[in-house]
């Protein structure tokens, strides 16, 4: 593999590998990291405490690129909606989200997305290609600017499926994390992944305690094959048990996101299954009532359907929440990214 071109695609331990390759020390690299992710330097000439002779070399292998905004929504509760192009012309869309004090950024790990979930508007164009790290850091950083406050919360959760792309992910996690880059908290780093169940796995593992959360929308083997035709491979029975040792290892609760489809995943049976798939879990179950996507039929469930299923579960000792919506005015709520060229925006 060829090295990645622009140097934001390096974290703190790749920035240290080629910094020592080059002779050069280790400090540096948290030099870099401040100069990239603190300042936003834009060129490698300004990077003035770096000695000429690296920033001359660096300049010479390596670009330093932010994503362009191309347009940019206000909701009517705060939030806003980014649509950035990348260096090689491709765009993605990230939203950033305050509430009382916090500022969540919620940003995307893929142009466009293969999984093909019926009810998301990202997963129409199908998968265009993935992102590296720093173009997941940069829609971070870049909406920081924005508002301007510290971000507090990022969550992999708009478009593309994250564990599809895992080391890429990993790596902007460690970007945001590292307190000479964006300095947010692990447990304040959230995946949401559709199910990829090796990634899960895989997640368990890493030292951080970044949080987890799963796009169940079904316990109920044939209606998630129907609705999330992509995840077929990773039955729910693999899915479960996967979460049991995640949960086991990292002694972390994770989040199941359930869309509510008017008549499809909001029925009895649908509740008495989601009920048997908690059981024995550690989790924490969202219902989000589905938020409209053109071109599908499918309606957010009734408001008595959703109290009902929460009191369902409640009852069942399963912890529940209701997800306020944000951002629906402008399409920037979960599953409304999609993917569009600039003349579109
Ligand atoms: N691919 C990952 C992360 C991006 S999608 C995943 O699927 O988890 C972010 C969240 O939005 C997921 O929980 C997804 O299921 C949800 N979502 C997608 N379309 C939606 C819609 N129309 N209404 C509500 N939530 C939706
Ligand atoms: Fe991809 Fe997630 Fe949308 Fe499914 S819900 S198509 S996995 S982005």
Same mark, same amino acid.
């Given at each position: 593999? !060829?090295?990645? &071109?622009?140097?934001?695609?390096? %974290?703190?331990? $790749?920035? +240290? #590998? =080629?910094?020592?390759?080059?002779?050069?020390?280790?400090?540096?690299?948290?030099?870099?990291?401040?100069?990239?992710?603190?300042?936003?330097?834009?060129?490698?000439?300004?990077?003035?405490?770096?000695?000429?002779?690296?920033?001359?070399?660096?300049?010479?292998?390596?670009?330093?690129?932010?994503?362009?905004?191309?347009?940019?929504?206000?909701?009517?509760?705060? !939030?806003?909606? &980014?649509?950035?192009?990348?260096? %090689?012309?491709? $765009?993605? +869309? #990230? =939203?950033?989200?305050?509430?009382?004090?916090?500022?969540?950024?919620?940003?995307?790990?893929?142009?466009?997305?293969?999984?093909?979930?019926?009810?998301?508007?990202?997963?129409?164009?199908?998968?265009?290609?993935?992102?590296?790290?720093?173009?997941?850091?940069?829609?971070?950083?870049?909406?920081?600017?924005?508002?301007?406050?510290?971000?507090?919360?990022?969550?992999?959760?708009?478009?593309?499926?994250?564990?599809?792309?895992?080391?890429?992910?990993?790596?902007?996690?460690?970007?945001?994390?590292?307190?000479?880059?964006?300095?947010?908290?692990?447990?304040?780093?959230?995946?949401?992944?559709?199910?990829?169940?090796?990634?899960?796995?895989?997640?368990?593992?890493?030292?951080?305690?970044?949080?987890?959360?799963?796009?169940?929308?079904?316990?109920?083997?044939?209606?998630?094959?129907?609705?999330?035709?992509?995840?077929?491979?990773?039955?729910?029975?693999?899915?479960?048990?996967?979460?049991?040792?995640?949960?086991?290892?990292?002694?972390?609760?994770?989040?199941?996101?359930?869309?509510?489809?008017?008549?499809?995943?909001?029925?009895?049976?649908?509740?008495?299954?989601?009920?048997?798939?908690?059981?024995?879990?550690?989790?924490?179950?969202?219902?989000?009532?589905?938020?409209?996507?053109?071109?599908?039929?499918?309606?957010?469930?009734?408001?008595?359907?959703?109290?009902?299923?929460?009191?369902?579960?409640?009852?069942?000792?399963?912890?529940?929440?209701?997800?306020?919506?944000?951002?629906?005015?402008?399409?920037?709520?979960?599953?409304?990214?999609?993917?569009?060229?600039?003349?579109?925006?």
């Amino acid at each position: 593999m !060829t090295a990645p &071109y622009d140097i934001k695609a390096y %974290d703190r331990s $790749s920035l +240290e #590998s =080629v910094l020592a390759e080059s002779g050069q020390p280790l400090f540096r690299a948290r030099q870099l990291l401040r100069w990239i992710w603190q300042r936003r330097a834009t060129s490698f000439d300004g990077m003035t405490d770096l000695p000429s002779t690296l920033r001359a070399a660096l300049a010479q292998r390596h670009v330093l690129f932010w994503p362009a905004l191309v347009a940019r929504e206000v909701s009517s509760d705060g !939030t806003r909606k &980014y649509l950035w192009r990348l260096a %090689d012309g491709a $765009s993605v +869309e #990230s =939203v950033g989200i305050p509430t009382r004090g916090r500022l969540t950024v919620c940003f995307s790990t893929q142009v466009g997305c293969g999984m093909g979930c019926a009810f998301c508007a990202t997963g129409r164009g199908g998968l265009v290609r993935n992102l590296d790290c720093g173009e997941m850091a940069a829609q971070v950083a870049l909406v920081a600017d924005d508002f301007p406050a510290r971000v507090t919360n990022a969550v992999a959760m708009g478009q593309g499926e994250p564990f599809v792309n895992y080391d890429e992910t990993i790596r902007a996690l460690r970007i945001l994390n590292d307190p000479d880059a964006l300095g947010i908290g692990a447990r304040h780093l959230t995946v949401s992944t559709s199910g990829v169940v090796p990634g899960i796995r895989r997640f368990a593992t890493e030292p951080e305690q970044f949080t987890l959360a799963v796009s169940l929308h079904s316990a109920v083997q044939s209606t998630r094959d129907a609705i999330m035709p992509g995840l077929r491979t990773y039955p729910l029975s693999a899915l479960h048990e996967a979460l049991g040792d995640y949960i086991a290892k990292t002694g972390r609760r994770p989040t199941l996101e359930f869309a509510l489809i008017d008549g499809v995943n909001d029925t009895p049976e649908e509740t008495r299954a989601l009920i048997a798939f908690c059981r024995g879990l550690l989790v924490h179950v969202n219902l989000i009532p589905v938020n409209p996507v053109d071109g599908t039929r499918l309606r957010r469930s009734r408001d008595a359907t959703i109290e009902a299923m929460a009191s369902a579960l409640r009852a069942a000792d399963v912890e529940v929440s209701v997800r306020a919506e944000r951002g629906a005015d402008i399409n920037a709520a979960c599953g409304q990214l999609r993917q569009r060229t600039p003349r579109e925006a």
